[in-house]
């Protein structure tokens, strides 16, 4: 039987949560096959993030090798890279691999504040693998990171951000808005480099969000492995997230997780 395969490269949250925890779990519920390279290892959980541990750069190309010589992959989505150098690396080998279906969350900042990406890492973001994306999946204040403004606040300077990241090389953005504050909906916009698309939900109060954006950007490039188009995928992870933090788990003492296997018993 053949399936659609889908790697993530990012770092592991051993809470479960987000990272590659919430990438892989959300590649099951998908019904594809998840694979995985870990960039860094985190102490972490509802309660924050603990401890940052990069894994060596040997480390992450040999599971880069293993993953690419052998079993392939149809969709491959990136999370926390941390460094210049691990994001250098893993750019190198999309290229000479010539991997496709590259979908970018661009992880800077924990929900609860603590930093994934090294501030000099976003030159090497910006040059060396924004323009490999299919996607690329930043929120609010990613979004701001990238573009160097202050901040976004309405949905037309939503707008205004796609357009320009889109400058930057990937094919497609999709800016999220859970971060717009003042709206009890969540809106999130697609620009292909021509038209922008708008994907809306009613807005949760919860505070148990933690891997949020992981789990959105994994059910996307889960989509794409099978084969759906762009905004086929996006409706499909917009679907799932609503599902997932209608019914986030009150789990830990702190910010909870998103229930990854809400769509399944509904
Ligand atoms: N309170 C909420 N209710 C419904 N959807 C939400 C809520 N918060 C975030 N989302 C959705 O979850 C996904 C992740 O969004 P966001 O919170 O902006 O990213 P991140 O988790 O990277 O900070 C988006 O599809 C967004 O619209
Ligand atoms: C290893 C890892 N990767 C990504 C996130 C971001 O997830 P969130 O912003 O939803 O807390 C995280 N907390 N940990």
């Known amino acids: 039987m053949s399936v659609g395969k889908a790697l993530t490269i990012a770092g592991s949250d051993c809470g479960g949560g987000a990272g590659i925890q919430a990438d892989l ?3 099951q519920e998908r019904d594809v096959y998840g694979m995985s390279v870990i960039t860094v290892l985190t102490a972490q959980n509802t309660l924050g993030v603990h401890g940052v541990y990069p ?4 480390a992450i190309e040999a599971q880069l090798d293993a993953i690419f010589q052998d079993i392939g992959t149809d ?14 690396l893993v750019a190198k080998k999309l ?5 496709k279906n590259i979908v970018i969350d661009p992880v800077m900042i924990a929900k609860g ?3 994934l990406l090294q501030k000099q890492a976003m030159t090497a973001l910006k040059m060396n693998l924004l323009p490999l994306a299919r996607v690329i999946t930043p929120n609010i204040p990613e979004a701001c990171e990238i573009l ?12 205004e951000a796609a357009a320009n990241i889109q400058l930057l090389g990937p094919k497609n953005v999709v800016l999220k808005g859970g971060h717009l504050e003042g709206n009890n909906i969540a809106v999130d916009i697609l620009f292909d480099g021509n038209e922008y698309y708008y994907f809306e939900s009613k807005r949760i109060d919860t505070i148990h969000t933690h891997g949020t954006g992981c789990t959105f950007a994994a059910a996307i490039t889960a989509e794409l492995a099978k084969g759906n188009s762009i905004n086929e995928s ?3 992870a917009k679907q799932f997230i609503q599902a997932a ?3 986030s788990l009150n789990i830990g003492k702190g910010i909870g997780p998103t229930n990854h296997s809400a769509l399944r018993h509904k």
């Open 75 to 88: 969709s491959v989505k990136t999370g926390m890279l941390f460094s210049e150098e691990i994001i250098n």
């Open 234 to 236: 996006v409706a499909c």
């Open 55 to 58: 894994q060596t750069i040997e």
């Open 25 to 27: 779990k959300t590649f």
């Open 113 to 115: 504040g603590a930093p």
């Open 95 to 99: 290229k000479d691999y010539e991997i």
């Open 245 to 247: 933090i209608e019914t």
């Open 148 to 159: 160097g403004i202050d901040k976004i606040e309405t949905v037309e300077e939503m707008k």
